[in-house]
């Protein structure tokens, strides 16, 4: 099975080509076509995310970016694609507010003919509404163009499914052990799931306030750092951690680590952060050990409910996604903690390139619901829905 996977919630178009043989979870992935363009650049100058700039930028390339997917795939052959004049209007009035889209995709059908495609997967939420919309309504035109269902995928089941693509190149996800828990940590998410299997989500905790991956975005724009600022603010951290530079704020909180449930709370770090730095000048080493400090309170914390959950409920397998699990300290801290307290307990965690925002995992995500994969008609009617929830 060839999937088109397209992904838009935030500020990456990402769009890939990947083939699925067997069915899930008995399946082998190969990735065929993959293309990613981070509009980081384009945002890094606000400090944040612009959704009508983020759709903008969307569609301005996906079409290319999906050309150029199906071309690393070999699967463009010189066209047309022929349409019908009902499908021509369909696509027209679907792309009705996009004319410079529907313009690229009407040249892009002319050129090839229809590509050996058997599905689209793509993200309907969460995330940035307008940015999720050219994704789905330029899934929905290619649907109608070609005769292709379409699997709308959750971004979140996404980035549990990342951490198990390298599992499926020499055993496969039938080796999966449930129940199994998802660590979800990312710019909009801190959550922990219970998996009683595949495709059951429970919510068993999740942040009150900001998300982690927001966390390390504003501490590490206190200390003067490029947005988004969790990487850089943990290259900082591992510098002081090498040089044990000695601690600029010792007591840095640990909010709710011993509030009983799996819930989180990371507005109050940074608040503290705000207030260790004040009006102050801080040297290099300030801001290295003030990173070091506060990355690891953040993952002693996501480290001790982790650990807590998997002794609520009796957890096999961990699995850790979304872009904060690109973070080495929190990968090494979790790989040691559960070595050394659950050495059964198995820990998945996704390659680096797989841990930010991608398609691969949606193609993923949409393969485990193949089964149940819209036809044309009732691909239509899917909606963008910024606060999707598991
Ligand atoms: O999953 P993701 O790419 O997008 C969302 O769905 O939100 O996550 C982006 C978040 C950003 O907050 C970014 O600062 C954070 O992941 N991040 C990191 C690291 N790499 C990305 N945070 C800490 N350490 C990292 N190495
Ligand atoms: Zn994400």
Not at 183 to 206: A, C, F, N, R
Not at 347 to 361: A, F, K, Q
Request: proline residues 5%.
């Amino acid at each position: 099975m060839n999937i088109l996977a397209i992904e838009t919630s935030c500020d990456e178009t990402a769009i890939s080509l990947v083939r699925a043989t067997g069915e899930f979870p008995v399946a082998h992935y190969e990735i065929q076509g993959n293309a990613i363009f981070s509009q980081i650049d384009i945002h890094a100058e606000y400090g944040g995310v612009f959704p009508t700039m983020a759709k903008r930028e969307h569609a301005a390339r996906i079409t290319q970016l999906s050309q150029q997917v199906l071309k690393e795939a070999e699967l463009l052959e010189s066209g047309p694609t022929v349409l019908t004049d009902t499908q021509t209007q369909k696509i027209a009035a679907l792309l009705d507010r996009e004319p410079q889209l529907t313009e690229r995709l009407f040249e892009f059908l002319a050129a090839y003919e229809r590509p050996d495609i058997d599905m689209i997967a793509v993200t309907t939420g969460p995330g940035l509404e307008p940015a999720l919309w050219v994704g789905v309504n330029f899934a929905k035109a290619l649907a109608i163009a070609w005769n292709i269902p379409v699997a709308p995928v959750n971004h979140m089941e996404g980035h549990i499914l990342a951490s198990l693509y390298d599992v499926v190149e020499d055993e496969h996800l039938a080796a999966v052990r449930f129940p199994a828990l998802a660590l979800l940590v990312s710019g909009g998410h801190t959550e922990l799931i219970h998996m009683p299997d595949w495709g059951d989500y429970h919510k068993i905790g999740q942040t009150r306030d900001d998300a982690v991956g927001e966390a390390f975005d504003k501490v590490a724009r206190l200390l003067g750092l490029p947005y988004p600022g969790g990487p850089a603010l943990s290259k900082l951290a591992a510098k002081a951690r090498k040089e044990s530079v000695p601690a600029y704020k010792s007591d840095m909180p640990r909010p709710m680590r011993d509030s009983g449930d799996l819930d989180f709370s990371f507005s109050g770090i940074k608040t503290s952060v705000r207030y260790a730095i004040a009006d102050k000048t801080l040297s290099g080493d300030d801001k290295q050990a003030l990173a070091r400090d506060f990355e690891d309170a953040v993952v002693e914390v996501l480290v001790h409910k982790t650990l807590a959950a998997i002794n609520k409920h009796q957890i096999q397998t961990v699995i850790i996604g979304g872009g904060v699990s690109a973070n080495q300290y929190l990968r090494d801290q979790l790989q040691q903690t559960l070595h050394t307290e659950h050495p059964d307990c198995e820990l998945y965690l996704p390659r680096v390139d797989l841990s930010t925002d991608n398609s691969i995992m949606i193609a993923l995500a949409g393969h485990a619901k193949a089964a149940k994969a819209s036809n044309v008609a009732a691909a239509q009617l899917f909606r963008a829905d910024g606060n999707l929830s598991l």
